[in-house]
Each structure stands twice: as structure tokens, then as C-alpha cells.
């Protein structure tokens, strides 16, 4: 019989393993098959500094378009929310940031569990209403792909059961710990193969058209 | 043999009155969780009831199951407890060996015929009947033969429970669990190594009082207590909750006395008693004492990898694993942009110039 401390050594030992080797080979693949398609050199003289021009288009598409804003005001503010929960969440909990220190080598300053926790409803929270909007507006909903779902739920779950482990909902704690670890690994297999990969890709995309503006030296 | 004194008689004769008597039942009751009403219901049940026979049984064990029962401290539950049970047998304790305790074994067997508590210690190995005998009889031959007559069984310690330490990878001896092999008999699993004096005392008392076994969870254990973990009930919660932990067993955090989880506490996965309990008679639990929870009373606890590992933090070397990931990855990522490129290269080579002649011409 498999006990909730074996099948929590489980989702530490080897499907952790599993789910590491998958989701590094994977974004690995991804990355550098875009990387080396390469593209035409350009020979134009430069008027203005590729990197400047990057660098400065990787921060300021984060700001929101004033248009835009005026028009989705909500999706923008419910998915900045997220976003940063998101991020707060999984690299400012101690308990990740040792998972982080195992690998790196190096840790950085974790916020107490009571701030992690308000900061997990409240993203649960963004995810949920977004997910509302998003089925109960007919246009989101005609755009969205089953994909969309499937991404939404597995970056759901390790929030929710995380939540529910720390709060000994359901099950007890083992248990819940091992369902969290395992959502998370789900997230890790699914990541490099869907939208996900957005978190890098976006980055580069930024970077690729600041730098061709820079080049170009585009007055911004 | 001098007739045998009721628990009344004894308790006198060392020097309790009835007020300790009554206080005893109260611990009893406060330890089950049981209401302050069945308080005289005790004191009846132990003064009248004849003295429950118990069959010690020890087999690959440490002795630490023992000892954690039999410390001296006085006057404690656990002491008032074996004043009224009758221990026919226990192996380690016993002045008598070989065939001579056999016979006392049997008799007690005969005497108390489906009656006896059979109370475990040590796992029971089969991978060869060799490895742990008792005048000549394996531990398996012989937990079969008394536990078929027994009223209950107690499985004390993390071995007798769940295979325990000589259980850990490889296993060499075929080491299992007391309900691995008796599947028809009523069984308690009292975990722990050693398991908490209260615990093994309070399921003896509940037993004795009531004729019947405490509430039990899942994994046979009873709730009482262990239907909470040590996290939830540790005085260094507040500084996890907090963000204040110790980063090294020296450092200004541990002279603090923060939380330990960064050094690998198992607190949080390990349901027991100690930090309400304690040990010693209250003194300390391990990790008022400085060092992490083990997780002792846990199923595997030995192979659920490194005790100064956090909980979070996965037990395999997923670093090195990443790193082969990382590269293969990236071979197969470049081997995949190279062909894309020959692909672009091929159809860029393959490709027929259409001139607007061409066309004019195909129209015709």
C-alpha cells in the first residue's frame, strides 16, 4: 500500500527527476531552434545602437498602451495581478526559494508565509475572474482554444493545492504537499510545449524588435 | 504466590493515595480525549477488572521501544500502567530464557486463551527464517502462533508498525510489518522510535477500560494521538509563519530558536505527539533541543530522503539531471534549426522565377 509519505518521496524523488529532464530538455529544444534559424544579416549602417533599442523595448512594452487600457482596463489590471502574484508566489516563498538554491547554488530573501498566503488568494482570485470573463464574454470565448484551458489549469492547481496544503484543506498535509508537487511537476511537462513558453519567448520577441527599431534608429 | 493485589492495594502500598488514583484516571482521560463524565468509569473499570494479560513479544527491534516505556520517573501513566497489567512475557525484561520463558509463554497463551494483548516490538524478518530466532523458533512461526489467540494487537514502535529501520533499502532481511502478516486480528499502530510512553500507556488503558480499541485513522494509528503533526502544534510555528529560520545549527537564528525547516525538519509531514506530549516527562522534544523532526513515526521514514534536506527540496540530484536535459536539449534544438534552415535553404535554391512573359504566356 502506498502511504501519503511514500507517494510524497515519490513526486520528490523520481518524478521530480522526470519532470526536470522534460521541462529543461524542452525549453532547451524550443529556445535554441528559434535561435538557430538565424536571420538575414542586416548591412544597412546602423543609426542607433541595437542593444539600447532591446533593452529599452524589453521594459516598456511591460507598461500598458493607454488605448488598449481604456478599452480592456479590467483584463489588463486582472492580469498584471496575476502575473505578479504569480511571480511573488513561486520565487519570494522560502520554501521555493530553497528548491531554487538546491539547483543555483544561491538564495535571496523570502517573505513570510503570511504575506505568501494573502498574495495566493488574491491571484487565485485574478485567475478565477479572468476565467469568468473569458467564458462569459462571447468574443473571448470564440478566440479561446482548448488549449487556453488546459494552460489556465495547470497554472491553477499548483496555486490551489499549494493554498490547500498550507491550509490542511481535504487531505492531510502530506498528501496535499505531494498533490502540489505534482501539479507543479504537470506544469513542467505541459510548459515547454504550449503557450507557456510565452514566459521566455516574449522576451526575445521584445528584445528582437526594440533592437531592430534601435538599429533603425526609430525616435521613441 | 501470594494472592495479587488489587490496583488499589498496590498504588497504597507505594505510597499513592486515592486522590493520585483519581488524577491518574483524569491523565487517562485527557490523554484519549475523552470527556471528564468517563473519568469514574475508569477508576471502576481499572479497580474491578481482573489485570489484562499481556504477551511482550521482541523481535528485530533496538530495545529503545522498551526503554521508552520503562524509564523511571515517578510517578508517571506509564508506570501505573504496567502496575496493572499483567506482563506474562517480555522477552527483554524477563530473567528466564530459552525454553524456560517458552514455557511461561505458553502458559500464559493457555492461561488467558483468546484474551491476551499481544504487544509487538521489532519488525519480523522473512527472507530467511534465520535471520531473528527465539529458542529456535523464527519471529514469524511465532508472532502466527500467538497472535491466533490473541484479543488484540498492539504493534509498538516504527518497526512492528511499519517495518521500521531494518526495513530501509535494501532490506537485507526481508523485514515487514506485524499487518503485513496478520490481516484477521484487530491491530493497533502505535509508531515511533521510539514511540511517545503516553501513547503506548494511554491504548493499553483504553483497551483495559473499555474492552475495546481507540478510534484508529488510516494507517491504524490512534487519533488521539496522532491526529495532528508536529508542525501544527510546534512553539517555533510562529517564526515559520514569520519568515525567520535557522540557516545553520550554530548560527544567531537557532540560538534564537527558530524555526528549523531550512535545516530538513520533518515537522510538517509527521503526525505525532512530542510537541504536546514531550518526552522525558515534559523536559523537551527533539526539536526544542535544537535538532529537526525525523519523522520517526512515519511509514519509510528512513528512505524518504536526506533528514537535513527541506521538505521542499527534491530528494534526487535533479541538478545534474537538469544540466544533461539543458544539453541535450539544445543539441537537438540547433540539429532541428539546422535542417529548418536547410529546409529554407532548398526551397530558396528549388525556386522557379515566374516573369510577367511567363504568365502571359500560361493565360494563353
Known amino acids: 500500500m502506498m502511504t501519503s509519505i511514500d507517494f510524497l518521496s515519490w513526486v520528490r524523488g523520481p518524478v521530480f527527476i522526470m519532470a526536470t529532464a522534460i521541462f529543461v530538455f524542452g525549453i532547451s529544444l524550443r529556445l535554441l531552434e528559434i535561435v538557430s534559424l538565424r536571420r538575414k544579416p542586416d548591412y544597412s549602417a546602423p543609426r542607433g545602437s541595437r542593444m539600447v533599442g532591446g533593452m529599452r523595448t524589453l521594459f516598456s512594452r511591460s507598461m500598458y498602451d493607454k488605448s488598449t487600457f481604456q478599452r480592456s482596463a479590467f483584463t489588463i489590471v486582472a492580469g498584471y495581478i496575476f502575473h505578479l502574484g504569480l511571480f511573488i508566489v513561486t520565487f519570494l516563498s522560502v520554501p521555493h526559494i530553497l528548491l531554487f538554491r538546491e539547483l543555483f547554488g544561491f538564495d535571496w530573501f523570502g517573505l513570510p508565509t503570511i504575506l505568501i498566503d494573502a498574495v495566493t488568494v488574491i491571484t487565485l482570485l485574478a485567475m478565477l475572474v479572468l476565467l469568468i470573463h473569458r467564458l462569459k464574454n462571447p468574443v473571448r470565448r470564440f478566440l479561446s482554444t482548448f488549449e487556453n484551458y488546459v494552460v489556465w489549469t495547470v497554472t491553477f492547481l499548483p496555486l490551489l493545492t499549494g493554498y490547500m496544503a498550507y491550509h490542511h484543506s481535504v487531505f492531510p498535509y502530506p498528501l496535499m504537499l505531494g498533490l502540489h508537487i505534482l501539479s507543479v511537476e504537470i506544469l513542467m511537462v505541459v510548459f515547454p510545449f504550449t503557450q507557456l513558453m510565452h514566459t521566455f519567448t516574449l522576451f526575445m520577441a521584445r528584445w528582437h524588435t526594440g533592437a531592430n527599431a534601435g538599429h533603425r534608429g526609430i525616435q521613441v | 504466590m ?13 505510597g499513592f493515595n486515592r486522590r493520585d488514583f483519581l488524577k491518574f484516571c483524569g491523565i487517562t482521560a485527557t490523554v484519549m480525549g475523552l470527556p471528564p463524565a468517563v473519568i469514574p468509569q475508569i477508576a471502576n473499570a481499572l479497580e474491578k477488572t481482573p489485570r489484562q494479560s499481556v504477551i511482550w513479544l521482541s523481535f528485530q527491534e533496538c530495545t529503545g521501544c522498551t526503554a521508552s516505556l520503562t524509564r523511571a520517573h515517578a510517578p508517571t501513566l506509564e508506570r501505573l500502567i504496567f502496575d496493572h497489567i499483567s506482563l ?62 490473541a484479543k488484540a494487537i498492539i504493534a509498538v514502535g516504527t518497526c512492528a508498525a511499519y517495518g521500521g529501520i531494518p526495513h530501509a533499502y535494501p532490506n537485507p532481511t526481508g523485514a515487514v510489518s506485524v499487518e503485513e502478516l496478520i490481516t484477521n486480528k484487530p491491530i493497533v499502530n502505535i509508531p515511533g522510535c521510539p514511540p511517545i510512553p503516553v501513547a503506548i ?37 510562529p517564526f515559520y509563519d514569520k519568515g525567520l529560520f535557522a540557516e545553520s545549527f550554530d548560527d544567531e537564528g537557532a540560538k534564537k530558536g527558530w524555526c528549523l525547516y531550512k535545516l530538513g525538519c520533518k515537522g510538517p509531514v509527521t503526525s505525532n505527539t512530542c510537541a504536546t506530549e514531550k518526552w522525558n516527562a515534559g523536559v523537551s522534544f527533539p526539536i526544542e533541543s535544537g535538532h529537526g523532526c525525523l519523522g520517526c513515526s512515519e511509514p519509510n521514514f528512513w528512505d524518504a530522503g536526506s533528514f537535513y534536506k ?55
Open chain 2, 2 to 14: 501470594s494472592k495479587p493485589q488489587s490496583i488499589a492495594e498496590r498504588l497504597s502500598n507505594q
Open chain 2, 88 to 149: 506474562d512475557i517480555h522477552h527483554t525484561l524477563q530473567a528466564a530464557s530459552g525454553e524456560a520463558a517458552e514455557q511461561i509463554r505458553k502458559q500464559a497463551m493457555k492461561d488467558n486463551q483468546g484474551n491476551y494483548l499481544l504487544i509487538v516490538e521489532g519488525s519480523i524478518p522473512i527472507g530467511n527464517p534465520g535471520y531473528s530466532t527465539i529458542a529456535g523458533m523464527s519471529n514469524k512461526d511465532m508472532l502466527m502462533e500467538v497472535a491466533k489467540d
Open chain 2, 201 to 237: 500507556a494511554g491504548v493499553i488503558a483504553h483497551t483495559v477500560t473499555f474492552g475495546t480499541l481507540p478510534e484508529l485513522d488510516s494507517l491504524k494509528r490512534p487519533v488521539t494521538f496522532f491526529g495532528q503533526n508536529i508542525h501544527d502544534r510546534c512553539y517555533r510555528r
Open chain 2, 310 to 364: 527541506a521538505l521542499s527540496v527534491p530528494t534526487g540530484d535533479f541538478a545534474q539531471t537538469a544540466g544533461y536535459a539543458l544539453a541535450a536539449g539544445a543539441a537537438v534544438g540547433v540539429a532541428t534549426g539546422l535542417l529548418n534552415k536547410k529546409k529554407k535553404g532548398d526551397a530558396a535554391k528549388n525556386h522557379e522565377t515566374v516573369t510577367i512573359n511567363d504568365l502571359d504566356r500560361k493565360q494563353q
